[in-house]
């Protein structure tokens, strides 16, 4: 099965991205593809074995999940790999550059929305990540 690749580079130290994604009271502020969803709850056991939860939900109630999953391997400040709830695997990475600290995600797709749709949705949060992480006070 192909991964899809998804990147941005964040205008700040690596230390600080890292703890931007793995900070449940963090994620909170970023996990959403659109103005109209929100991530009202974050839970993260950032350890080998351990599992985290991100609540994805409309803003009107109308809809709500929990997207999950389990850290397999943990290089801290340089990569996540993760097994999604649903079996499929995801890597993250975070490496410094020039320009700033790149992190880069790829996961399986699922089965029922057109990888080109996946990819678009996970970017969107990722770009929602940028935009945190590049403005949130430390």
């Known amino acids: 099965m192909a991964y899809i690749t998804i990147e941005t580079t964040i205008n700040a130290p690596i230390a600080q991205v890292w703890e931007k994604w793995t900070s449940p009271e963090h994620v909170q502020h970023w996990n959403f ?36 999953g389990t850290f397999q391997e943990i290089d801290d400040q340089k990569s996540l790999a993760i097994l999604i709830g649903d079996g499929r695997k995801m890597f993250v990475t975070f490496e410094t550059t020039e320009a700033g600290t790149k992190v880069t995600e790829q996961f399986e797709p699922e089965n029922q929305n057109p990888p080109e749709m996946q990819q678009a949705g996970w970017q969107m949060i990722l770009d929602n990540f940028k935009t945190y992480a590049e403005s949130a006070i430390s």
């Not at 103005?35 to 809809?63: N, Q």
């Open 33 to 68: 593809a659109s103005p109209d969803w929100h991530c009202p709850k974050a839970t993260s056991d950032l350890h080998v074995g351990g599992e985290f939860h991100y609540e994805m939900a409309s803003k009107d109630g109308s809809m709500s999940f929990d997207f999950w």
